[in-house]
Nanobody, 115 residues
């Protein structure tokens, strides 16, 4: 059974930093893509950042230059370093991992940025 365990969310003041981690386990197949989505109250879930096994990355325009995604393939773990946080970044952040069968989701971790 595939499990994604997230950690690192919390409350931070605007301009601060947080680092999210997501460890995936239980898959018979490697995860060719991992990343993060977020969902703010009353809004649709949106892609924040993603990375592939080969190292390519993709970011939402709103986080470019502030967030950095990285991945430890050996540990099936993906990280999201979030700097210069803004109140608009407040949301539940969801980790995802995709293998050849399907995509999997974490339970979500709350990030709250106070002004």
């Amino acid at each position: 059974q595939v499990q994604l365990v997230e950690s690192g969310g919390g409350l931070v003041q605007a301009g601060g930093s947080l680092r999210l981690s997501c460890a995936a386990s239980g898959s018979m197949f490697s995860f060719n893509a991992m990343g993060w989505y977020r969902q703010a109250p009353g809004k649709q879930r949106e892609l924040v950042a993603s990375t592939t096994t080969g190292g390519s990355t993709n970011y939402a325009d709103s986080v470019k230059g502030r967030f950095t995604i990285s991945r430890d393939n050996g540990k099936n773990t993906v990280y999201l370093q979030m700097n210069s946080l803004e109140p608009e970044d407040t949301a539940v952040y969801y980790c995802y991992a995709r293998n050849v069968v399907r995509s999997y989701w974490g339970q979500g971790t709350q990030v709250t940025v106070s002004s």
